[in-house]
């Protein structure tokens, strides 16, 4: 990845300004929160292009967690019963 943008710059400085010195705290964080929301909320190919992912959403797979309540409704979903 290149130097920061403009707008990763300036959020440098304000969250230095505001106190939070997280070095894990940056701007593309934004992109991760915004990720784990929409998974809660819509298709994978809907998000994916929500957040400006151009490669088909590989990226954005990486991105972001499932909350513990999704997580329970996928699992609630397995069978193991035979027909």
Do not use: C, N
């Given at each position: 990845m290149?130097?920061?943008?403009p707008?990763?710059?300036?959020?440098?400085?304000?969250?230095r300004?505001?106190?939070?010195?997280?070095?894990?705290?940056?701007?593309?964080?934004?992109r991760?929160t915004f990720?784990?929301a929409?998974?809660?909320a819509?298709?994978?190919?809907?998000?994916?292009?929500?957040?400006?992912?151009?490669?088909?959403?590989?990226?954005?797979r990486?991105?972001?967690?499932?909350?513990?309540?999704?997580?329970?409704?996928?699992?609630?979903?397995?069978?193991?019963?035979?027909?």
């Open positions: 290149g130097g920061q943008g707008l990763s710059k300036w959020f440098t400085r304000f969250k300004d505001q106190g939070i010195t997280s070095r894990r705290k940056v701007f593309h964080s934004f991760h990720i784990t929409a998974r809660e819509m298709p994978e190919e809907w998000y994916t292009k929500a957040s400006g992912q151009s490669d088909g959403g590989k990226v954005a990486t991105y972001g967690v499932y909350s513990i309540r999704t997580l329970k409704e996928f699992i609630d979903r397995i069978s193991f019963e035979t027909s």
